[in-house]
């Protein structure tokens, strides 16, 4: 089992930042895709960005140039810093990981850009 704790969600104004952070424990590996999600009220789950094992990264084009994700294996950690916010990013934020198949889910922290 692995389990994933976000951190770092919060209100924000338009233009502001904020960073997010995923600590997984159990039983991660580098070898792990790691992702960061997001929901919006009466919307469906999206993918923001995903890293790979090898630091290979892929954003929403809704968000390219905006966001950055990361990861420190040693820390078996994961990070979205977001820039440039705007109230269209407003929803819950989780992250993910997956291998093979195997896939697990945070519980979500929330980011509200509000002015």
């Known amino acids: 089992q692995v389990q994933l704790v976000e951190s770092g969600g919060g209100l924000v104004q338009p233009g502001g930042s904020l960073r997010l952070s995923c600590a997984a424990s159990g039983r991660i590996r580098s070898t792990y895709v790691m992702g960061w999600y997001r929901q919006a009220p009466g919307k469906q789950r999206e993918l923001v960005a995903a890293i790979t094992s090898g630091s290979s990264t892929n954003y929403a084009d809704s968000v390219k140039g905006r966001f950055t994700i990361s990861r420190d294996n040693a820390k078996n950690t994961v990070y979205l810093q977001m820039n440039s916010l705007e109230p269209e990013d407003t929803a819950v934020y989780f992250c993910?990981?997956?291998?093979?198949?195997?896939?697990?889910w945070g519980q979500g922290t929330q980011v509200t850009v509000s002015s």
């Open positions: 993910n990981a997956r291998w093979a198949t195997f896939v697990y």
